[in-house]
């Protein structure tokens, strides 16, 4: 199974101020003949279900803020809020969806300072 | 817009069964690969199941596998999952989630499983 690393476990970023979290898998997650990364984001509110955030790596969903970025290649992925809102407080997972089954990263806290 | 409703969840003992389900509307169900995701109290998520939409495709979590059966009507909108053999590990939020693939785009609110005595 390929094992999702999440760093940090938490964090606790200032209104406006930008926010980073980084994703590692255990194995390439780039499939080569589509140049694709099979790697999404989720944002799970308190009391919520998760929400998808980005897909393929990089791509954002419909709907989603325009501050939230992700970016990476191969094993080492980047959620980037640029500028946080105090709605984004959230728990913030990464999948990896390349090979069955299907992992996800062990969450990431994100708060207000 | 796809809406999920979970029903089945409640409180089982130990080597008992449950049924879940999951009612889908506001999209054509029978071209949504479907999929279940629980997650422990206080914990992350983890992947239980997932079936494609002909259900040619059928996958499961090792640690389920054997004891858990997902299935789907496609003329009910209706995606199922069949918990035989509780365990007290097993207590967790299920969602369903639909999936472009393996892309889960959409997900319900969830229904709580207590496996306890």
């Known amino acids: 199974d390929i094992v999702m690393t999440q760093s940090p476990d938490s964090l606790a970023v200032s209104l406006g101020e930008r926010a980073t979290i980084n994703c590692r898998s255990s194995q390439n997650i780039l499939y080569s003949s589509n140049y694709k990364n099979y790697l999404a984001w989720f944002q799970q509110r308190p009391g919520q279900p998760p929400k998808l955030l980005i897909y393929?790596?990089?791509t954002r969903e419909s709907g989603v803020p325009d501050r939230f970025s992700g970016s990476g290649s191969g094993t080492d992925f980047t959620l980037t809020i640029s500028s946080l809102q105090a709605e984004d407080v959230a728990v913030y997972y990464c999948q990896q969806y390349y090979s069955g089954p299907i992992t996800f990263g062990q969450g990431t806290r994100l708060e207000i300072k | 817009e796809v809406q999920l409703v979970e029903s089945g969840g409640g409180l089982v003992q130990p080597g008992g069964s449950l049924r879940l389900s999951c009612a889908v509307s506001g999209f054509t169900f029978s071209s949504l690969w479907m999929h279940w995701v629980r997650q422990a109290p206080g914990k992350g998520l983890e992947w239980v199941a997932d079936?494609?939409?002909?259900?040619?495709?059928?996958h499961y979590v090792d640690s389920v596998k054997g004891r858990f059966t997902i299935s789907r009507d496609n003329a009910k909108n209706l995606l199922h999952l069949q918990m035989n053999s509780l365990r007290a590990e097993d207590t967790a939020v299920y969602y369903c989630?639909?999936?472009?693939?393996?892309?889960?785009?959409?997900w319900g609110q969830g229904t709580l499983v207590t496996v306890s005595s």
């Open positions: 079936i494609k939409q002909d259900e040619s495709e059928i």
């Open positions: 989630a639909s999936g472009r693939g393996w892309i889960l785009d959409n």
């Open positions: 393929w790596a990089s």
